[in-house]
């Protein structure tokens, strides 16, 4: 068993990010193809906490990847009262011809990194570029960060950001991390209209748990918007859009966005399909129409990027070796 800290796995995911787009979307490709096994996440919730969560993630992935794991990703909003991340989570993997669990992995970078790079990726797909003229960014913490740094090291081409949350300070605080990397127009906005108003992309990073945007206007110039906190949009505001996620049957649920507007109208004929589809050329962005990507978040994803950074850390030495962790095997 080797245990890898967040120090020797940000390493290699801050150097490495327009490769970690293709891991992911080698991941989604293989997953498309069947080459996967996903079950739903289980979601542990407390009597007595009703916004905090624990979420299991088990999977296998195929292809060049052929590794099992969980992902057990833990959400306490507020920890960041406290000074301590909202997120923490553990990432196990196990070899597909033992069973046995080889490595056990600090899982809080490599999901947000993930993230980014789906959501980055779909921005891209559904854009058709590396281009976007300005870009709201609804909720300024740790994915947005990330989402931010993607943006960043693949090289896009963007003039202006306007940046809402509802903690003024941390849009302040995220455009002073902007500034440091870009010339881009930095404008930490009041209210959170403005954050559509005239952006082409649109992030949402939100802890919402229900939605609290409702009026189609704010989409009626056909953003493509990365619905990443997937409970943020009303039905309403759903159902003006063409809708991809990125598998179906796991994003409509656990009231999500797409959960609600399926209880709304008695089917999911609003979800026009995958991001998979559109990588694969299947289905085409209509741009006369918003768009909206609500990746519900795989555990295959995980899998991805986490063999691929323990790939890494191995070969260059490092990682913690417990060689008397399982009994009756040699170390
Ligand atoms: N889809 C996926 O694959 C995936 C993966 C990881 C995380 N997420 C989701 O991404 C979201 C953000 O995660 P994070 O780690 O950045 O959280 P975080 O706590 O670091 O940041 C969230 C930010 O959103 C702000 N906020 C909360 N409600 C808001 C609102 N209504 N309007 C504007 N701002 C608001 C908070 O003030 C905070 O700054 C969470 O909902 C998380 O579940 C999705």
Redesign the pocket.
């Known amino acids: 068993m080797t245990v890898i800290g967040a120090g020797a796995i940000t390493a290699e995911t801050d150097r490495h990010r327009p490769e970690l787009v293709d891991v992911v979307r080698a991941a989604y490709l293989a997953h498309d193809a069947g080459d996967s096994a996903n079950p739903h996440s289980s979601f542990l919730r407390f009597p007595d906490q009703r916004r905090s969560r624990i979420i299991s993630l088990p999977a296998y992935l195929g292809g060049a990847f052929e590794v099992a794991g969980n992902k057990w ?1 833990a ?1 306490f ?1 507020d ?2 009262q406290h000074g301590i ?3 923490s989570a553990t990432l196990i993997l196990n070899d597909c011809i033992t069973g046995y669990p080889f490595a056990c992995m600090e899982s ?1 970078i490599i ?2 990194t ?2 980014a790079a ?2 980055v990726l779909g921005a891209q797909t559904l854009l058709g570029a590396r281009r976007a003229r300005r870009v709201g960014m ?9 989402v931010w740094r993607f943006l960043r090291d693949l090289e896009w081409e963007i003039d202006a950001f306007r940046l ?4 003024p300070a ?2 302040g605080r ?1 455009a002073a991390v902007l500034a440091k990397d870009t010339e881009a127009e930095l404008v930490a906005v009041d209210n ?1 209209e403005e954050a559509f108003t005239d952006c082409d992309l649109v992030v ?5 748990g229900e939605p ?1 945007l409702h009026d189609p206007r704010l989409l009626a110039h056909h953003p493509v918007v990365l ?6 949009l009303a039905p309403e505001m759903i159902l003006a859009a063409q809708n991809f996620t ?1 598998d179906v049957d796991h994003a409509v649920r656990e009231r999500t966005s797409l959960h609600l507007t399926e209880q709304r109208t008695g089917n999911r004929d609003f979800i026009d399909g995958t991001l998979a589809d559109l990588l694969r050329e299947r289905l085409d962005r209509d741009p006369t129409r918003p768009a909206i990507f ?5 555990g295959v ?1 995980d899998l991805a990027v986490g063999k691929w950074v323990y790939d890494r850390v191995i070969s260059a030495g490092g990682g913690h070796r417990v060689s008397d962790f399982f009994s009756g095997v040699g170390a």
């Open positions: 990703i959400s909003p920890n960041t991340p909202r997120a809080s999901s947000a993930r993230t789906s959501a609804v909720g300024t913490g740790l994915i947005a960060q990330h809402f949350d509802l903690d941390a849009a995220f959170v949402l990073s939100t802890v919402a609290h619905h990443l906190s997937l409970r943020d990125d609500s990746p519900f978040g795989l994803l």
